[in-house]
């Protein structure tokens, strides 16, 4: 079996940051990484391009702060690494109405956020210019718990995420 993966580059416009919003907006792109998509179960390398033609209204958008635009695709073996250890791959299943993206952000190791959060898995409907609909956000917490949502999260670490102090 086949996964189709797609890499994107992520540009901001630090021109933007200062602009007052009259006449042209100053022009200071930087590069700031990207993301890596995987279509699982790909089946049919045949229509490889008519389905990044279609992900790319929902991938790709623009703005004057900002823009992220496919850099390559391939269509490679399901079991082939394809991003670093550290980053998190989007999953999407397009075998719903609209595309459903799946992030799982292991923090184990090396994690930007708290160490009490194991996991962040995220799930959302793609949208067209990157757009997010029915967004949601759970987090598997080293005592086991699972918070459903930022408020859960924040309960959480108001009730029972007191850390020790050594």
């Not at 389905?51 to 391939?74: A, H, P």
């Not at 791959?89 to 992030?103: E, G, S, Y």
């Not at 996991?119 to 459903?148: F, H, N, Q, V």
């Amino acid at each position: 079996m086949n996964k189709l993966v797609i890499h994107t580059q992520y540009k901001e416009n630090y021109g933007a940051h200062d602009w007052d919003g009259n006449g042209e907006c100053p022009q200071y792109w930087k590069f700031k990484g990207g993301s890596t998509y995987v279509v699982p179960n790909f089946k049919a390398p045949a229509v490889t391009q008519e389905v990044v033609n279609q992900l790319r209204d929902i991938i790709e958008y623009s703005n004057y702060g900002s823009k992220e635009y496919i850099l390559d695709y391939s269509v490679v073996p399901s079991t082939e690494k394809v991003c670093e250890d550290w980053d998190s791959p989007i999953q999407i299943n397009l075998d719903a109405k609209q595309p459903v993206a799946l992030r799982v952000i292991d923090n184990r190791e090396d994690g930007w956020m708290r160490s009490e959060i194991l996991e962040k898995t995220e799930s959302w409907t793609m949208m067209p210019e990157s757009e997010r609909k029915d967004y949601s956000a759970s987090y598997l917490m080293r005592d086991g718990d699972i918070c459903d949502g930022e408020s859960d999260l924040k309960n959480w670490f108001d009730t029972c995420g007191q850390v020790e102090v050594v």
